[in-house]
């Protein structure tokens, strides 16, 4: 399964975007799917997840309340909706599939080595 992740760009503070992911050779309907970040110096980090039937969501502490991880099965897309954004969301935005829990109904991990595919990233940049 090949991802691909879309929709960054240059957004003033307190703007919007929304991120897709999109699966390709595959489906991922049956994984559960995050979105990690990796700002410029910085480390990986977790920024959203969803379990296959989207009916577990989990959120780092930074963005809850601001961004929404949504999937649509049909499509075999994933998106992340950023609202009030802010410089420090600034990064690249990675989608990744975590295939060792398919099809259960728990919390999606927030642990990036759980994570088995991942797409090529997108950037975004967010201005003050």
């Known amino acids: 399964v090949q991802l691909q992740a879309s929709g960054g760009g240059l957004v003033q503070a307190g703007g919007s975007l929304r991120l897709s992911c999109a699966a390709s050779?595959?489906?991922?309907?049956?994984?559960?799917v995050g979105w990690f970040r990796q700002a410029p110096g910085k480390e990986r980090e977790f920024v959203a997840s969803i379990n296959w039937s989207g009916g577990f969501t989990s959120y780092a502490d930074s963005v809850k309340g601001r961004f929404t991880i949504s999937r649509d099965n049909a499509k075999n897309t994933v998106s992340l909706q950023m609202n009030s954004l802010k410089p420090e969301d600034t990064a690249v935005y990675y989608c990744?599939?975590?295939?060792?829990?398919?099809?259960?109904?728990?919390?999606?991990?927030?642990?990036?080595?759980?994570?088995?595919?991942w797409g090529q990233g997108t950037l975004v940049t967010v201005s003050s």
């Open positions: 990744a599939a975590d295939r060792n829990r398919a099809y259960t109904d728990v919390r999606p991990s927030v642990t990036i080595s759980d994570y088995t595919y």
């Open positions: 050779g595959g489906t991922f309907s049956g994984y559960a």
